[in-house]
């Protein structure tokens, strides 16, 4: 049969306590034992289904993991405080001092400058890549090299990744390959593409709500094991635990996931249509004119749609900015950072996210001053929504 991402997560059954339809939540960071043996076995990692601390794991943090791993069709998952607290006990837990990765060069700000400034102080270093070019990604790859890192769709370009080509790269010269799939959630499952490991910022359409940070690695036992290791896991010794509370809240929002990311597809596509007949410079991967289009199209899960992210350049930092002030003026979504929630959000990559990014880096990746990124909304009514802004852009002599 078909993978099915949100079948997997409606077939999850899980109960309270007292027959509750939603799991107990785990209201508490440390747990007993009947018998001092088996605390010691615990710490062995040699108890299954025993409990110990919550910064290792919780029921709560276990059934969202679970959840989450049930979608991306991994063995098993581990949730964190935030998306960062999942990239980087990835990156740390397979380099030493002296490895290389080798990482796409449009990516999160944050993990731009994790692997640009950050890791080199551990004496990890880090070759980014145009990764729509596969011949460079291959031969940026050394013998000290142990991740090929990319983002399924990145933010904020919106290139897309050849994640079977990649995978077979990373077979190949035997590296793992970690997908960030922030922007794709159900669009694109990429262990059935071949990733190794698939990471989340929670914090966008997964939760979908803004209303907090969090992240999971989903992989095999054995990387989530090791993740957790009491003596040498970096999710462990590195402490960027999700809440129990919080990660019940997500679980919560998990179950509509494939409702919002349909509906955030359908708009986004609309709009991306509309501007693009306008005549604005409009990147959307549901476009035909995306360079990737045939490829996502390849790759997708076909109901979930081409994702609620799309990008207009409108020529200027100037006129960016008037854009964004006077669509919020009038309602049409916020000026904010981050994605996925049930208000469009719109924001600046260049002097925001993506402002880690050094200028003439920008410009060499083509992230322009007027580049606007929008993460489309759940809008009831798309096509108000598409004139107001159009209203706007005219006002503004952007059209
Ligand atoms: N990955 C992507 C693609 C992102 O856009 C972000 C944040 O914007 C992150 C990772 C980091 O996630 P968090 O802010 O939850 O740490």
């Known amino acids: 049969m078909a993978f099915k991402p949100a079948n997997h997560i409606q077939d999850l059954q899980y109960f309270g306590e007292f027959g509750g339809v939603n ?46 791993a049930a979608m991306e069709g991994t063995e098993t998952a581990t949730v964190t405080a935030s998306g960062m607290g999942a990239i980087t006990p990835v990156i740390l837990q397979h380099c030493n001092a002296g490895d290389h990765v080798v990482s796409s060069r449009t990516i999160y700000g ?8 950050f890791t080199p102080r551990l004496g990890i270093n880090t070759s980014f890549v145009n990764i729509t070019k596969l011949e460079s990604v291959e031969a940026a790859i050394t013998p000290n090299t142990k991740i090929l890192f990319c983002e399924s769709v990145s933010n904020p370009l919106l290139e897309v990744a050849d994640i079977k080509c990649l995978a077979a790269i990373a077979k190949k010269h035997d590296l793992k390959l970690v997908v960030d799939n922030t922007f794709s959630p159900l669009s694109i499952s990429p262990t059935t593409l071949g990733a190794d490991i698939v990471i989340h910022s929670l914090t966008k359409f997964i939760n979908g709500s803004s209303d907090t940070v ?13 993740l957790r290791n009491v003596n040498s896991g970096a999710a462990m010794l590195l402490g960027a635990t999700m809440d129990s509370m919080r990660s019940a809240s997500v679980l919560k929002n998990l179950r509509t996931l494939h409702i919002r990311m349909m509906q955030h597809s359908y708009n986004a596509n609309y709009l991306a249509e509309k501007f693009e007949n306008d005549g604005l410079k409009t990147v959307y ?66 002097s925001s996210t993506s402002s880690e990014i050094p200028e003439e880096e920008q410009e060499a990746m083509g992230l322009s001053d007027g580049l606007i990124r929008f993460s489309i909304g759940l809008d009831a009514d798309i096509e108000r929504t598409y004139k107001m802004m159009n209203s706007c852009m005219k006002e503004l002599g952007i059209l």
């Open 285 to 350: 991967p549901g476009l035909a004119s995306h360079p990737s289009h045939q490829l996502f199209t390849s790759m997708m899960n076909n109901k979930y749609g081409y994702g609620g992210m799309l990008t207009i350049d409108v020529g200027s930092l100037d006129k960016a900015n008037a854009l964004m002030e006077l669509m919020q003026e009038r309602n049409l979504g916020y000026l904010a950072v981050s994605l996925g929630f049930y208000k469009t959000l719109f924001s600046a990559p260049g």
């Open 110 to 117: 944050g993990t731009y400058a994790f692997l640009k400034n």
């Open 214 to 226: 969090g992240g999971v690695v989903c992989g095999s036992q054995e990387l989530i094991d090791d």
């Open 23 to 68: 799991p107990s939540i785990s209201d508490s960071s440390t747990y007993t034992f009947l018998s001092a043996k088996t605390m010691f076995d615990t710490f062995e990692g040699n108890a299954d289904g025993c409990y110990l601390y919550s910064r290792h794991s919780s029921p709560s943090n276990l059934y969202l993991g679970e959840a989450l």
